[in-house]
């Protein structure tokens, strides 16, 4: 069997005979021909603008009289900190996330499993990891360690000479992503699809046949649909509980008799969104959130009422987080709207450039990678706000409130700025000899998407 790559026939020999540098030797040499994605930076500042007028506005209900501001100044101190992330990691040779990965992963699942067996409740689950003043949401962790195990796992695995990935690979790329999704499905139905998505996009870009992945498909519809099957009858016939009824009235929905389920309020809210004629229904508690939402989108028209104008910021809940992009459109219009989606697209478009232009399989796989983690998450947010997907809750990528989710972001951003700036290109024969030598003999493989 062929090589995936044979260095000799790709370089000159004058040029294999002059070299005899040290990988450390080699990492030298490339750095002055470092890039620095502008595309990507330009996108960070955009959002970075829009989350400070935004949710200085969106955080309403939690300002303080004596305090007017510190909501902003918290979220403010994330984005500085997560900035900071964000400049160290694009610094560093994609050589040493390779080796992070699996420590980042291993510590990811076990602070899920910690957060099972001693977490604090957040709106009826076991969601955080609490240190003093501190709130950790391993959950955001999970959702990027999930795009990285994969990446680390395919890159790996890649079949010498032909666009596909070994069984073993296969095996073990799904095996990771049903133990991220079962210790996410407590948590929400919403995160449990975005790693089931994420999981399936890099394996069709990371070359895993069409009959391999079929297989896969069909074993996560069956695990799925046993999960959900078990756990609607579980606790079927429960009472509801007085934590339950807090937690229902929280969420402004019906309290039903299996309200101690979380599978009751998936199957509700399900019940809620594919209802007739839904748009001319009376504001009540079971559909308040979303009516207010689609009020506050209809109160901004094209082009919105200004910043610091929201009629619904203060009705809405959860208006800082969860439905802050209903706030955007109100304040700043629909044009706004759009202009936000088109900077998440063009994230993901420009990690897709940087991607086929890279020589190897781990950099085409770790950039496209966190831009799917980033740019799904934020699709799913805005589907859920204008009312494509059911009610649910998942923050908007660095614009919602929440420092785990602004942190991990950050870090997302921050590897793809590694890769982007570290990465050989496809012709660039001696940067290719260089990586080469910095990276595992295990991971070298072709670019699958140059195949």
């Known amino acids: 069997m062929e090589p995936v790559f044979n260095i000799d026939e790709a370089i000159p020999e004058t040029v294999n005979a002059a070299s005899s540098s040290t990988p450390a030797d080699d990492l030298g040499k490339i750095m002055p021909k470092l890039r620095t994605d502008q595309h990507i930076w330009g996108i960070y500042i955009c959002l970075l603008i829009i989350s400070v ?26 984005l500085a900190i997560g900035l900071v992330l964000m400049l160290v990691i694009q610094r560093f040779h994609f050589k040493y996330i ?93 995160n449990t699809l975005l790693i089931i998505a994420i999981s399936m996009s890099m394996m069709l870009i990371g070359g895993v046949g069409m009959k391999k992945f079929g297989i896969v498909c069909a074993v996560y519809l069956v695990i799925g649909s046993a999960a959900m099957g078990y756990k609607i009858m579980q606790n079927k016939d429960a009472a509801p509980t007085t934590e339950a009824i807090e937690i229902a009235a929280l969420n402004k929905e019906e309290v039903g008799a299996s309200a101690g389920n979380r599978s ?17 229904d009376m504001i009540d508690d079971t559909n308040k959130q979303e009516q207010l939402s689609y009020i506050a989108q209809a109160h901004g028209g094209i082009t919105g009422v200004g910043p610091g104008n929201s009629r619904e910021n203060a009705r809405l809940p959860l208006a800082f987080s969860d439905y802050i992009y209903a706030i955007v459109i109100e304040e700043l219009g629909l044009i706004t709207g759009i202009f936000i989606l088109l900077c998440y697209l063009w994230l993901l478009a420009r990690a897709g450039r940087v991607a086929t232009k890279c020589k190897q399989t781990f950099p085409c796989l770790l950039v496209i990678g966190c831009a799917i983690y980033i740019v799904y998450q934020a699709l799913f947010h805005m589907a859920i706000v204008t009312g494509v997907f059911p009610v649910s809750g998942q923050p908007l990528p660095l614009i919602s409130k929440g420092g785990t989710s602004v942190i991990v972001t950050s870090m997302a951003l921050g590897i793809m700025l590694s890769t982007s700036r570290h990465a050989a290109f496809k012709g660039d024969k001696e940067a290719i000899r260089q990586e080469l030598n910095a990276l595992p003999a295990s991971i070298h493989s072709d670019n699958p998407s140059q195949l």
């Open 98 to 190: 390779f080796r992070l990965i699996p420590l980042y992963v291993f510590g990811s699942i076990l602070a899920m499993l910690l957060v099972m067996a001693i977490g604090v409740k957040v709106n009826g689950a076991q969601r955080a990891l609490q240190f003093g003043s501190i709130m950790i949401l391993p959950a955001e962790f999970l959702k990027l360690a999930a795009a990285l195990g994969i990446a680390y796992i395919l890159s790996r695995n890649q079949m010498p000479g032909k666009r596909d990935v070994t069984t073993k690979g296969v095996v073990m790329s799904a095996s990771l992503t049903l133990i991220c999704a079962g210790l996410l499905f407590s948590h929400g139905l919403t």
């Open 264 to 280: 009751s309020t998936w199957i509700a809210r399900i019940k809620r969104h594919f209802r007739l004629n839904k748009a001319g």
């Open 53 to 78: 007028i935004e949710l200085f506005s969106a955080s309403s209900q939690e300002v303080e009289v004596n305090d007017i501001y510190g909501p902003i100044i918290r979220h403010a101190r994330f």
